[in-house]
């Protein structure tokens, strides 16, 4: 059974903060990705990366970056926290052969105040 | 115009009813087609692909229109447990390797 879990299923952090949000998954997968989810505008990808120290952005990276030093674990950090960025984040892996399900983490609601 | 576009709801219906929800794409070079379950405050879960020629899964059946480019998805015999927000999610491969979700709609199933 694939799990993908996610460091914290909420955060609270003030304006100006650094945020990690970390994500870890289980199957050996390839690829992994980061999105947010916003009420009215499902999934948006923010970055994704098909292998260890690779990372390309996705839709919205503007105010993200990501880190990925091992095949299991995929961070998205938050250079400088803003409350445009309060939302849910959503980790995903999935197999590189595959290009069919993503599994996805329980996801982190992040509020910045 | 969004890329994947779906009515966002909410549907409100009896146990028991038949609901079907529909999906439009834009991109035609679409490659690979699926829906996808979310309950609330949970994360989305594959509920099942889409094929071309049409596939069921118990009370669920899943079309594909390629020509019309949508998908759609009915649902027999709703049960409560069926209330939650259904993904639309499309992959292509032009100029890359992409996957789109759309907003999702959502379903009330009430006694």
């Known amino acids: 059974d694939v799990k993908v879990t996610q460091s914290s299923r909420y955060l609270v952090k003030r304006t100006g903060e650094k945020v990690f949000l970390e994500c870890v998954q289980d199957?050996?997968?390839?690829?992994m990705f980061w999105y947010r989810q916003d009420p009215g505008l499902g999934l948006r990808l923010i970055y994704f990366s098909y292998d260890v120290k690779m990372k390309e952005k996705g839709d919205i990276p503007e105010g993200y970056s990501v880190s990925r030093e091992k095949k299991e674990r995929f961070s998205l950090i938050l250079e400088s926290a803003s409350t445009n960025q309060t939302s849910m984040y959503l980790c995903?892996?999935?197999?590189?052969?595959?290009?069919?399900?993503?599994?996805f983490g329980p996801g982190t609601r992040l509020t910045v105040t | 115009r969004k890329e994947v576009e779906q009515d966002p709801g909410p549907f409100n219906v009896p146990e028991g009813a038949t609901v079907a929800f529909n999906c439009t794409y834009s991109n035609s070079a679409s490659q690979s087609f699926f829906w996808y379950r979310q309950d609330c405050r949970k994360e989305p879960k594959l509920l099942m692909s889409?094929?071309?020629s049409g596939n069921e899964d118990g009370r669920f059946t899943a079309q594909l229109n390629r020509a019309s480019q949508y998908i759609s998805l009915l649902i027999r015999d709703s049960k409560l447990s069926d209330s939650a927000t259904y993904l639309c999610v499309v992959n292509t491969n032009t100029g890359g390797f992409k996957t789109i979700f759309g907003a999702g709609t959502r379903l009330f199933v009430k006694a």
């Open positions: 889409v094929y071309s």
């Open positions: 199957m050996d997968h390839e690829n």
């Open positions: 995903a892996s999935r197999s590189g052969t595959s290009p069919s399900e993503q599994y």
